[in-house]
């Protein structure tokens, strides 16, 4: 198999499969309320930087479908940040002056960097444990199709079942095909989803099949 870069750099409008492991034999999320916390941390930190499309939250890792923001989106989230700190006032010149000399990659890791540090203090701090709770480098992989796109949700889903958690991607509590489902308000790109399909019957079907063994033998690989 041609191995892939799993630290390919975030750049404006593009979508990227985004995942992490807890250190050792570690757990990410030990009790309902750190699942909750990790998605209430992820939309503080990330949400303004990026959308998201799916995720599912398993005990040891996670996985995420999101599209980072347009280049604009981008510069008008560093020009809040940085007014608001005197710390940042060089990078304020620089991006008033010369905003494509702001490296967005390192805009989108700093913020993924302090969502992450934050969640592991927390869990720290619960648990009486000291520290790095996931691996070093978050790891990603440009989706670069929609035919990619759409099977990439679908491993992200179905990651609850290949891990024998669970016989029905709806018995996974902590996965977003329960808000792609329902009706109920979501901070998910829930109507794009949905309308890559004739209906969200024919979506649900297809979220319902085995992936095929291409997609989880990568998946596992970019894992490992």
Known sequence: MKKEDPYQPFCPDTFYH????????????REAENYRYF????????????????????????????????????WDFCRTKYSSDERYRDKL????????????????????????????????????????????????????TEAYLHKAIHYVHYNSI?????GSILDWEYSSIHDLLSKKKTRLEREAVLNWYDNPQEFWRFQQQVPDAAMVEEMEFLNS
């Open 162 to 166: 290949h891990h024998g958690f669970c």
């Open 93 to 144: 010149r620089l991006l008033e002056e010369e905003p494509h000399e702001i490296n967005l990659h390192d805009v989108v890791m700093q913020e993924f960097q302090n969502f992450l540090s934050g969640y592991t203090k927390a869990i720290n701090k619960r648990f009486d444990r000291k520290g790095g709770l996931f691996l070093h480098h978050l790891k990603r992989k440009v989706i670069a």
């Open 39 to 74: 998605l209430q941390k992820y939309a503080r930190y990330i949400e303004p930087l990026c959308v998201t499309y799916a995720y599912c939250l398993m005990p040891n890792h996670f996985h995420i479908v999101l599209k980072v923001r347009s280049q604009a989106a981008l």
């Open 18 to 29: 985004v995942y992490n492991h807890a250190v050792g034999d570690s757990n990410l999320y």
